[in-house]
Nanobody, 123 residues
């Protein structure tokens, strides 16, 4: 059974850094890719980036060079390291598992979701 639980969200100042974690039970070793998404109220959930089982990562242009996705299979944990944070990075952040194909950055392409963790970036 897949269970995803995000943590680490908080308020941070512009230019700061933050690392989010996602405890991903039932996922590591299953061959599933894992992803991070974010969502503002009233807006569509958007893909931040994802990591394949072999470790290859893909990022949205808006976060490329600032965010890094990694995983620790021994701890069954997915991470999102966020640097040089901007006000527009403020959102609820979700982790997702099991890429079903087509477009990785679309919510409908992923089979399992966590409950989210809030990140607020302010000046």
């Amino acid at each position: 059974q897949v269970q995803l639980v995000e943590s680490g969200g908080c308020s941070v100042q512009v230019g700061g850094s933050l690392t989010l974690s996602c405890s991903a039970s039932g996922v590591m070793g299953s061959g599933y890719s894992l992803a991070w998404f974010r969502q503002l109220p009233g807006k569509e959930r958007e893909g931040v980036g994802y990591i394949q089982p072999g470790g290859r990562t893909v990022y949205a242009d808006s976060v490329k060079g600032r965010f890094t996705i990694s995983q620790d299979t021994a701890k069954n944990t997915l991470y999102l390291q966020m640097n040089s944070l901007r006000p527009e990075d403020t959102a609820m952040y979700y982790c997702a598992a099991h890429f079903k194909g087509i477009s990785w950055f679309k919510q409908t392409s992923w089979g399992f979701w966590g409950q989210g963790t809030q990140v607020t970036v302010s000046s």
